[in-house]
C-alpha cells in the first residue's frame, strides 16, 4: 500500500475517533448541551377575590337626631325670650287675597259739541258742565290796567268755541243717582278744557280744584293771559 493511502486511512480513523469523542462528551458531561433553550413561563398569579366590606353593625341606641341637644338660649336679660311652640304644629289658612280695585268709569264720548257758554258744553239734548272752573257770564266785561273797558265774557267763549271747533269730546260719566247738571271733568283729544281755560285765563279755579288747577291760574295771571291782560283787539 503507497504512503498516500496510508494517510487517508489514517485520516478518516481520526476524524471517526474525533466524532466519537466529542459525541461522548455530550452525553457523559454535558447532557443539556444541543437541547433547545426553553423559555421560563411565568405561571398565572391565582385569582384573589374580593374582599367584602363589612356592614356597618346595626345600632340598637337611640337615633341620631334625639340625642341633639336642645340649642343654648341667647337672649339678652332685658327682652322677653319667644315661646316655646307645644304640641303639633297646626298650618293655617293663607289670608285672602285683595280684591283689585275698581276699574274708573270710562269717559263717555260726546259728539257734535256746541258751546253754550265757557263751561257748558251741549250736544243734542245732553247738557254739560266743565267741572273744576268758574267763568264769566257771556255779558259780562272787564276793565284792562289802563282803563280799556271790553266783553271779557265772550272773549272767553270764543276762545273755547276756536278749541273745540265741533270735535267730539270725552267727559267723565255721571255718578249713579247725581243730578244731570252736575260738573264733569271734560277732555279734548287728551287736553282737560278746564285746565286749558284757566291757563289762558278765562276763569277761576272752583273750590275743591286739582292743585294743576291753581298753578295753571297763578301763570296766566303772572303772564297776563285773557281777562288778566289787555284788552281784547288792542294793538298799542
Known amino acids: 500500500m503507497s504512503s498516500r493511502a496510508l494517510f487517508l486511512v489514517a485520516t478518516v480513523i481520526a476524524t471517526v475517533w474525533l466524532g466519537a469523542g466529542v459525541w461522548l462528551w455530550q452525553a457523559l458531561i454535558n447532557p443539556w448541551a444541543g437541547m433547545p433553550e426553553q423559555v421560563a413561563v411565568q405561571a398565572p398569579a391565582p385569582e384573589q377575590k374580593a374582599t367584602p366590606m363589612p356592614e356597618p353593625q346595626q345600632s340598637l341606641q ?34 285672602p287675597l285683595p280684591l283689585p280695585p275698581p276699574e274708573p268709569p270710562k269717559a263717555k264720548q260726546i259728539t257734535r259739541v256746541v258751546v253754550e257758554d265757557a263751561r257748558t258744553l251741549i250736544s243734542g239734548d245732553e247738557t254739560i258742565r266743565i267741572a273744576g272752573i268758574e267763568t264769566r257770564n ?36 255721571l255718578p249713579e243717582g247725581a243730578p244731570a247738571e252736575t260738573p264733569r271733568r271734560c277732555d279734548l283729544a287728551g287736553t282737560d278744557l278746564a285746565e286749558w281755560l ?10 275743591g280744584a286739582p292743585e294743576a288747577y291753581r298753578e295753571a291760574h297763578e301763570e296766566a295771571r303772572k303772564e297776563k293771559r285773557g281777562e288778566y291782560g289787555k284788552a281784547w283787539g288792542r294793538t298799542d
Open 138 to 173: 257771556a255779558d259780562e266785561r272787564c276793565r284792562d290796567a289802563d282803563g280799556y273797558d271790553w266783553p271779557c265774557g265772550q272773549a272767553a267763549i270764543t276762545e273755547l268755541r276756536m278749541l273745540v271747533r265741533g270735535r267730539s269730546v270725552d267727559c267723565a260719566p
Open 62 to 95: 337611640t337615633p341620631v337626631f334625639e340625642k341633639i341637644k336642645p340649642s343654648r338660649n341667647v337672649t339678652p336679660p332685658d327682652t322677653l325670650p319667644w315661646p316655646t311652640p307645644q304640641g303639633l304644629v297646626e298650618r293655617l289658612p293663607a289670608d
Open 198 to 207: 284757566l291757563r289762558q285765563g278765562w276763569g277761576t279755579p272752583a273750590p
